[in-house]
């Protein structure tokens, strides 16, 4: 996979995403911060990768979606197989952050989310090429 970490496009492009992710989350930009995926690529490109930490210290880990420069994927473990950083919700507004959060919530994963190739081998939520 190709790195180009100079590369001025793609900086411009985490100022973006790092902005619009503070804002449908309604929280200082100074909170976010975005790199590159490691785990994931589309086309030779490193996905990104975006940290929210609030003061407290609790962080938030998103991944940004080739599709929709809007919506974010919430990283978290999968009830499946306990993988770490695997997106378990779309983020498209705070409501649906909010949603989640809700402890009576479902915890199931999308299958929309089954590539991820962060999943254990088996794992019920892995649905590669799908
Ligand atoms: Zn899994």
Redesign the pocket.
Known sequence: MHTHPGDPRRAAHRRRLARSLAAILGVDPVWVTAGDDRHRGYGGWPGYLLAVTEPEGTTWRFIATPAAADVFLLLGD??????TE?PIVAVAELADLGRHLDPRADTT?PAEFGWDP???PG????HPGS
């Open positions: 999968c009830p499946g197989c306990g993988a695997v994963v962060r999943h254990r794992c019920r939520n892995h």
